[in-house]
T-cell receptor
Framework: SQQGEEDPQALSIQEGENATMNCSYK?????LQWYRQNSGRGLVHLIL???NEREKHSGRLRVTLDTSKKSSSLLITASRAADTASYFC???????????WGAGTKLIIKP | ETGVTQSPTHLIKTRGQQVTLRCSSQ?????VSWYQQALGQGPQFIFQ???????GRGNFPPRFSGLQFPNYSSELNVNALELDDSALYLC????????????FGQGTRLTVV
C-alpha cells in the first residue's frame, strides 16, 4: 500500500509561473524525499528533508515539512518547459528500510 | 545519468512464462531495491538486497524473487507471469542500507500478453 498521497494529481501552468505540489502521509517518518520522473522512465532524486527540519531549498526548489500535519509541499519557482514531469514524494522509516511512495503529481509546463 | 543500468529496456512475455530482469548498481553501492510501477501509479517496493542477502520485502508473492551478486549487480525473477505483472520495473541502488538516497535505473517495461 502507498504511504503518501500527492495533491493535485495533475497540474498545468504557464512557463515562468510557480508550481506547488503537496504530499500527505500516514505514519511517523525519518525523512521525506521528492523525486522527478520523466515519461515513465527512471526516477531522479530532487531533495531530502529530515523529520527535524521544516524547510529546505535547492536551486529553484523549496520543500517544507509539517510533521504535526503529516504533510509536505514542493514548490518549483519560475517553472520551465523542462520541468514537465511527474513528481513523487517518498517517505523513509529506519524501522523497515524502504521508501514508501505516493501516486505522484503530473506537472505540465506550457510554453 | 545515475550510473545504474537495467536490461532489457522493453520485454514482452506470455502469461505463465518466467522472466529475469537485470540491474547493474552504481559503483560502490552495496544495496539494491526493486520496485514495480503500474501505469499512473507510484512505485511499489518489491524487495531490497544488502550484501547479497534479502533485507526486506514488500507485499509481493514468492514468485517474485531476486539475487544480488558479489559485484552488487542483481536480478529480479518473476515466475508464472500474470497479466497484472505488466508494469515498469525499477531498480535503485544506494551507498548502503541506511543511506536513503536512491539512484534509479531507467527501468524495464514488461508487458505480459
Amino acid at each position: 500500500s502507498q504511504q503518501g498521497e500527492e495533491d493535485p494529481q495533475a497540474l498545468s501552468i504557464q512557463e515562468g509561473e510557480n508550481a506547488t505540489m503537496n504530499c500527505s502521509y500516514k505514519t511517523s517518518i525519518n525523512n521525506l524525499q521528492w523525486y522527478r520522473q520523466n515519461s515513465g522512465r527512471g526516477l531522479v532524486h530532487l531533495i531530502l528533508i529530515r523529520s527535524n527540519e521544516r524547510e529546505k531549498h535547492s536551486g529553484r526548489l523549496r520543500v517544507t515539512l509539517d510533521t504535526s500535519k503529516k504533510s509536505s509541499s514542493l514548490l518549483i519557482t519560475a517553472s520551465r518547459a523542462a520541468d514537465t514531469a511527474s513528481y513523487f514524494c517518498a517517505t523513509w522509516r529506519d524501522s523497515n528500510y524502504q521508501l514508501i511512495w505516493g501516486a505522484g503529481t503530473k506537472l505540465i509546463i506550457k510554453p | 545519468e545515475t550510473g545504474v543500468t537495467q536490461s532489457p529496456t522493453h520485454l514482452i512475455k506470455t502469461r505463465g512464462q518466467q522472466v529475469t530482469l537485470r540491474c547493474s548498481s552504481q559503483s560502490g553501492h552495496n544495496t539494491v531495491s526493486w520496485y514495480q510501477q503500474a501505469l499512473g501509479q507510484g512505485p511499489q517496493f518489491i524487495f531490497q538486497y544488502y550484501r547479497e542477502e534479502e533485507n526486506g520485502r514488500g507485499n509481493f508473492p514468492p514468485r517474485f524473487s531476486g539475487l544480488q551478486f558479489p559485484n552488487y549487480s542483481s536480478e529480479l525473477n518473476v515466475n508464472a507471469l500474470e497479466l497484472d505483472d505488466s508494469a515498469l520495473y525499477l531498480c535503485a541502488s544506494s551507498l548502503t542500507v541506511s543511506n536513503t538516497e536512491a539512484f534509479f535505473g531507467q527501468g524495464t517495461r514488461l508487458t505480459v500478453v
